[in-house]
């Protein structure tokens, strides 16, 4: 043993400061969620039970070592880096349905001509893990890959309605404020029985939504994305078809259940098919 190992300078007295570090920073990356993206250290303080100059040394020593980064509009407060979400994309990028979804989604995007993003449950809610652009007159309405996706946002809906982890759901919406989380409820509801949730941005980006579901439950959504005039509520049943499609063909490939009627195929003339 004695040749195999080194230990190192200082181990004895310094390994259990370092694990506190560890456990410390852990605490400090867990306040961050789809209900806080950022934080100040004032916040961080009364969040973690600290005094400020205190929690103002753990956030300046995370920036150093790239976990955390100032927010650009607002210098006060902080926000994960962009380290991290490279991180977590690239770890939630390993599970199976990102292997298989691609070529799925680049036909939808083909046959929608929208933007397709794919969606996986990370520690705090749903992230954005592949995105397949669709690009008309040299313009596109996307999603960046890692973006942590909000409460209201409608592939989280989804996630609401068929997660099989009810505490983890549970969890998040504990974090959402009365009003809201009553909203979603009722919203998760519905989506269980049509198997589509849709949200509109402020700037006019509408998103339509589906779950994928693999052997052991749900496995990801998968939404199409664009304009509100494209996607208007009730002139959008083709696009909604072709997403359930995608949808249920891409459970049948994961080895899941489609827990929903299937959708009947689209007429020739509307698939795009010549």
Do not use: K
């Amino acid at each position: 043993m004695g040749g195999d190992t080194v230990p190192f300078a200082g181990a004895g007295s310094r390994s259990t400061g370092d694990i506190q570090a560890v456990a410390r920073t852990a605490q400090i990356l867990a306040l961050f969620g789809p209900a806080r993206p950022t934080i100040t250290v004032a916040q961080g303080a009364t969040l973690l039970g600290l005094n400020r100059t205190t929690t103002n040394r753990y956030f300046m020593s995370l920036v150093a070592a790239e976990l955390l980064e100032r927010c650009p509009d607002q210098t006060a407060a902080f926000q994960p880096s962009r380290l991290l979400y490279q991180l977590g994309a690239f770890a939630l990028g390993r599970q199976r349905v990102t292997e298989i979804a691609p070529p799925v989604m680049r036909e939808l995007s083909a046959d929608a001509h929208l933007t397709v993003a794919m969606a996986l449950w990370g520690a705090s809610g749903p992230v954005v893990v592949h995105v397949e652009q669709h690009v008309t007159w040299g313009a596109a309405v996307t999603v960046r890959v890692g973006h942590q996706l909000a409460s209201d946002a409608a592939q989280t809906q989804v996630f609401l309605a068929f997660h099989p982890d009810r505490f983890a759901v549970e969890r998040l919406l504990g974090a959402v404020p009365g009003t809201l989380r009553e909203d979603l409820h009722e919203r998760a509801a519905q989506i269980r029985s049509t198997g589509i949730g849709t949200a509109t941005t402020p700037a006019g980006v509408r998103i339509l939504a589906a779950p994928v579901f693999g052997a052991q439950g749900m496995a990801a959504t998968i939404a199409v994305i664009g304009t509100a005039t494209a996607l208007a509520p009730g002139l959008a049943a083709r696009e909604e078809s072709l997403l359930t499609a995608a949808a249920v063909h891409l459970t049948d490939l994961m080895g899941g259940t489609w827990p929903l009627p299937t959708p009947a195929p689209l007429p020739e003339a509307e698939s795009g098919t010549a």
